[in-house]
């Protein structure tokens, strides 16, 4: 396969998991003023582990970006995007650190260390400052309203990356790798 094909391929499955993504987040999910409580991190996490960090951040700008302005919750603010590139970074990270043969354990390790960070990075500070931000609120109470979900994310992300990680992505990767 061609470096054209293989970007060709990058691009589209990106471009869909982006879309479900945003369909997961606009339609599927619950939604209160300062969060958004659904399962649309989860193309992003796929895309990251399919394709590296560099993609599934592009991913989750992707969503957020088009997402914001076909279906906006309130007014666009490019501090959300970012923070939704930087998620997708962290959810790529562990495929990138831990290579093709790593065992389930050392894997649900490094996506736990790396999901816990974006967690606390993106979804609990800088959230959680752009809603402070957007919505003239305190700080402190937005973040400690913010953390019973972020620990469902985790909890939720760490099994989600590992079963993607042996289940999903392998047959993925055999059907890109024979339609070449």
Known sequence: MSK?????????VTAILAAAAMIINRFLSF???NMSIGI????V??????????WGGVCGALADFIGALLFPFGPYFFGFTATAFLSGVFYGLPMVL??????PLVFAIFCFVFFLINELVCTLTLNSLWIELLYSGEFWPILISRIPKSVVDLVLGVLVGVAARFSIIPPIRKAMSRNS
């Open 40 to 43: 649309s991190f989860i193309p």
């Open 4 to 12: 054209n094909q293989q970007y060709l391929i990058k691009i589209t």
């Open 31 to 33: 939604n209160v003023w």
């Open 45 to 54: 996490l796929v895309c990251g582990l399919l394709f590296g960090p560099l």
């Open 98 to 103: 831990t290579k093709k043969k790593a065992k």
